[in-house]
């Protein structure tokens, strides 16, 4: 049922926490193909009627990186770019852009 397993897999941890949670921040490599309005809307669909209904997500979106596997320098992809800028070759590996966890959380005061 769930669209977005990572993104469930963070509000089961973070249901498990003893406080109740204010904000969340998560960070969301630029290559995961939901927006960040997507994930918002899962966001509230998912923390629904739970602890974490009134607390405040914020997205921190990481850019991509890649490293040529020709000449080894790192580049940010542009445009989902695949050819090295420095050499022109092709073959890259995904160095950063994938990511999706959490990044930090603050707990209520009482
Ligand atoms: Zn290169």
């Known amino acids: 049922m769930p669209k977005s397993p990572r993104l469930s897999f963070i509000i089961d941890h973070l ?11 998560i960070a969301v490599g630029e290559l995961v193909p939901e927006t960040d309005e997507q994930i918002r809307s ?10 974490l209904s009134r607390t ?3 997205i921190h979106r990481v850019p991509a990186e890649q490293q040529c596997m020709a000449c080894f320098e ?3 992809p542009l445009n989902k ?4 800028p420095h050499c022109g070759s092709f073959g ?3 160095i950063a852009g994938e990511e999706f966890y959490l990044e930090s959380l603050k707990e ?3």
């Open 42 to 51: 899962h966001w509230s669909m998912l923390t629904k009627d739970t602890t």
């Open 74 to 76: 790192k580049y940010q």
């Open 15 to 25: 249901l498990r926490q003893p406080k109740r949670i204010s904000s969340v921040q």
């Open 56 to 58: 405040t997500l914020t």
């Open 108 to 110: 209520e005061n009482e």
């Open 92 to 94: 890259a590996r995904i």
């Open 81 to 84: 770019e695949t050819s090295c």
